[in-house]
């Protein structure tokens, strides 16, 4: 079991920036693929982006070259920061957890979720 806990959520306004932060516990050396996940009012849950090992990252095309995840060495804090927001980025934004996460491997743990919403 992973136990995942979100920060840093927030009211921006659209070209802001926020970053978010995701503390594990638990068997976070099993599973140490990070991902966030977001799902906005009325939409289905939509990929973000991923962090397979140290530096293997990976974003979904409407975020790239806007967001950017990482880690902390130690593997158990994963941040996402976001720049240059727009009023579709709102959403409930949630970390995840897994052995390996694409856009089609669907974690297994799940934290919460942080509300992010952009106006405009």
């Known amino acids: 079991q992973v136990h995942l806990v979100e920060s840093g959520g927030g009211l921006v306004q659209a070209g802001g920036s926020l970053r978010l932060s995701c503390s594990a516990s638990?068997?976070?050396?099993?599973?140490?693929?990070r991902g966030w996940y977001r799902q906005a009012p009325g939409k289905q849950r939509e990929y973000v982006a991923a962090?397979?090992?140290?530096?293997?990252?990976n974003y979904a095309d409407s975020v790239k070259g806007r967001f950017t995840i990482s880690r902390d060495n130690d593997k158990t804090t994963v941040y996402l920061q976001m720049n240059n927001l727009k009023p579709e980025d709102t959403a409930v934004y949630y970390c995840?957890?897994?052995?390996?996460?694409?856009?089609?491997?669907?974690?297994?743990?799940w934290g919460q979720g942080t509300q992010v919403t952009v106006s405009s």
């Open positions: 638990g068997n976070v050396f099993s599973f140490t693929a």
């Open positions: 995840t957890a897994g052995a390996f996460i694409t856009s089609i491997i669907v974690p297994p743990y």
């Open positions: 962090i397979n090992g140290a530096t293997n990252t």
